[in-house]
């Protein structure tokens, strides 16, 4: 008997116990057979079904984009001819993200999801970026502008990538790992980096510096967990109930955390998952998807903490991801790395985990401010949760 059959068969037997106890009402007042449905995901079939007028449109595809966290730190301001992007800096990741770093990456992701859906809607576009440094969050953060899309007709092609806005998901599963990215494919990503000032590096499985990637992100999530406040303010994101995910619409989620769809059910039954849980499943996790990736991936540009800079960078890997979702090719950030570089500057130290991402870069000029890893999916994913376009107008 394989062992995908035996854990299958040993967590059906779980499953039985549990419905036979009395387990039942359980199971569906926590979801246990409603994974990816509800309030909560309404916004991934509204795109299909109940289409928005105008500019609203497009903020309907913003909703859908990668974010740091689940945070989803948008604002909208929308009038016939023009959207305001505002980040929502209420919605930050604390010592994760001192300067606001990733949440301007993931505003990034949803410019670039109403960039493409402007021109499929049939607008032109001019798009302006707010410029400046990054900096920590206010004690009272206010909404703060980051970009104007504005808007006129147009007559432009859209884009292959629209089609995938609402196909897109996080996939945090092992890969196939025999199974490798042709240089050809890996070639037509590369071109999708249009940005002189973004910088895009790939190591392939077998490589020296594949496995100096893998083994400094392992280090670098040992280190996250080891940090009390890192990892507390990772965790207070997490929602541990299916009551709490439907009515939050925000944060990780056990659907889309990679967990086997065979034990899904049995933890959803069980009691809330302590910090210590969440952190030991999160290392191990992480051990097994750097050796079980056919690509490890970094971008990279001069100044980590330019605000434009950053927002270019979410549009760069929302392009990413929307090419390998056309492609069948699964993706997932893996910023640890960089997150610990934003700690040692918060806390005024020597980064060795600086040094270390220079030395795969091979020019210190160009810092890394996203990491990712690819291959060919094994498991198919669930969406994450996401607030309706209500909840973030202004």
């Not at 859209?158 to 494919?185: C, F, G, K, S």
């Not at 009551?243 to 086997?260: C, L, N, R, S, W």
């Not at 979410?314 to 979702?325: D, E, P």
């Amino acid at each position: 008997m394989s062992m995908n059959r035996r854990r299958f068969l040993q967590g059906m037997g779980a499953v039985t116990v549990l419905v036979v106890g009395g387990g039942v009402y359980r199971a569906v007042d926590q979801g246990v057979f409603a994974a990816g449905r509800g309030p909560a995901y309404a916004a991934w079939t509204d795109w299909r079904t109940t289409a928005e007028e105008g500019p609203l449109r497009l903020v309907q595809a913003a909703i859908l984009a990668a974010n740091p966290h689940n945070t989803q730190p948008w604002l909208f301001q929308v009038t016939e001819d023009q959207i305001d992007l505002f980040a929502d800096a209420s919605r930050h990741l604390g010592a994760m993200d001192p300067y606001l770093r990733e949440m301007h990456i993931g505003l990034g992701c949803a410019l670039e999801n109403m960039r493409l859906s402007a021109v499929a809607a049939g607008y032109a576009v001019d798009l302006t970026l707010a410029d400046g440094e990054l900096h920590p969050p206010t004690a009272t953060p206010e909404p703060a502008h980051v970009a104007t899309l504005r808007l006129t007709s147009g007559a432009g092609e859209p884009n292959p990538l629209y089609a995938a806005i609402p196909l897109r998901h996080t996939n945090r599963y092992n890969y196939d790992r025999t199974r490798a990215v042709a240089q050809p494919l890996l070639d037509e990503m590369a071109a999708l980096v249009d940005d002189d000032a973004v910088r895009l590096l790939t190591y392939t499985g077998g490589e020296e510096t594949f496995q100096r990637m893998a083994d400094a992100t392992v280090a670098a999530t040992e280190a996250i967990i080891a940090d009390h406040e890192m990892a507390h303010d990772s965790y207070r994101w997490i929602d541990q109930t299916w009551q709490e995910v439907q009515t939050e619409k925000d944060g990780p989620y056990i659907d889309t955390a990679g967990v086997p769809s065979y034990l899904r059910g049995i933890v959803k039954l069980l009691p809330s998952t302590s910090q210590q849980q969440v952190d030991a499943g999160w290392l191990s996790s992480t051990r097994s998807t750097m050796q079980n990736s056919a690509v490890l991936g970094l971008l990279a540009v001069p100044d980590l903490y330019d605000k434009a800079g950053a927002l270019r960078v979410g549009q760069t890997w929302q392009r990413l991801h929307l090419w390998a979702t056309l492609n069948a090719l699964a993706m997932q950030p893996i910023n640890q790395l960089p997150e610990v570089v934003d700690r040692d500057r918060q806390l005024r130290r020597t980064s060795a985990t600086a040094t270390l991402l220079a030395e795969l870069t091979g020019d210190a000029a160009w810092r890394p401010t996203f990491a990712f890893r690819l291959g060919y999916p094994i498991n198919e994913v669930l969406p994450s949760a996401r607030r309706p376009i209500e909840d973030v107008l202004i």
